[in-house]
């Protein structure tokens, strides 16, 4: 357990439904990102927050995906109109920014299923 | 475009013996490597890291090397065990760790008992 929590583990929806993630980030980290894995890929990046503040959003983050952290400490991920193409395993990591380098730690992520 | 990827997606080794799963990296300005292992339905969890003014650092059972030259990443695990068997990434970021994380696809080490 690396401290990272995620909420819910899986989640069914059918198409068209709006979803919504939590993650709660280890206490002392300033720094969340919010991640996205297919079966047999590695994750890929969505969007990251600096205490409240979303610093960057990658090209995957359609305008269907919207991300919140605000009081800089847990986070929500919300995903409206449900596509098939949005099953994937959705993965959060926390870390401390400091000088030098800067170690995510990952939660067990949120397991979203499409029909 | 610039990515992290890896040489072999599985591996299977007998217990006890060593593994040595392998990465290329071809963004040049990558200064912070970290190699996650992924069980099967879980987070990707924090193995060793190394930052690229090193060469090699070496934890617990692991030891992570780091060609610059030939922008290479190895991850060595020593007597493996069958709690080792997972997936294996290598992810790298750059300027000191202030950009999201590359990930590779994964090798899948599997022991032999």
């Known amino acids: 357990d690396t401290g990272v929590s995620q909420d819910p583990r899986h989640k069914i929806t059918k198409r068209g439904q709006n979803v919504t993630f939590r993650c709660d980030p280890i206490s002392e980290h300033n720094r969340l990102y919010w991640y996205r894995q297919t079966l047999g890929q590695g994750p890929e990046f969505l969007t990251y927050?600096?205490?409240?503040?979303?610093?960057?959003k990658s090209r995957l983050l359609s305008d269907r995906f919207s991300a919140e952290r605000p009081k800089g400490s847990f986070s929500t991920l919300e995903i409206q109109r449900t596509e098939q193409g949005d099953s994937a395993m959705y993965l959060c990591a926390s870390s401390l920014v400091r000088q030098g380098a800067e170690t995510q730690y990952f939660g067990p992520g949120t397991r979203l299923l499409v029909l | 475009g610039e990515s992290v990827g890896l040489h072999l997606p599985t591996l299977s080794v007998q217990e006890g013996d060593n593994s040595i799963i392998n990465c290329a990296y071809s963004?040049?300005?990558?200064?912070?490597f970290i190699w996650y292992k992924q069980e099967s339905g879980k987070g990707p969890q924090f193995i060793i890291d190394?930052?690229?003014?090193?060469d090699k650092r070496q934890g617990q059972r692991v030891t992570v090397l780091l060609n610059k030259t030939v922008k290479h990443l190895s991850l060595q695990i020593a007597a493996t065990q069958p709690g080792d068997s997972a997936v294996y990434f290598c992810?790298?970021?750059?300027?000191?760790?202030?950009?999201?994380?590359?990930f590779g696809k994964g090798t899948r080490l599997s022991v032999i008992a």
């Open positions: 992810a790298e970021n750059s300027n000191s760790g202030n950009t999201p994380l590359v």
């Open positions: 190394i930052r690229s003014n090193m």
């Open positions: 963004n040049s300005a990558s200064d912070y």
């Open positions: 927050f600096q205490n409240e503040a979303q610093l960057e």
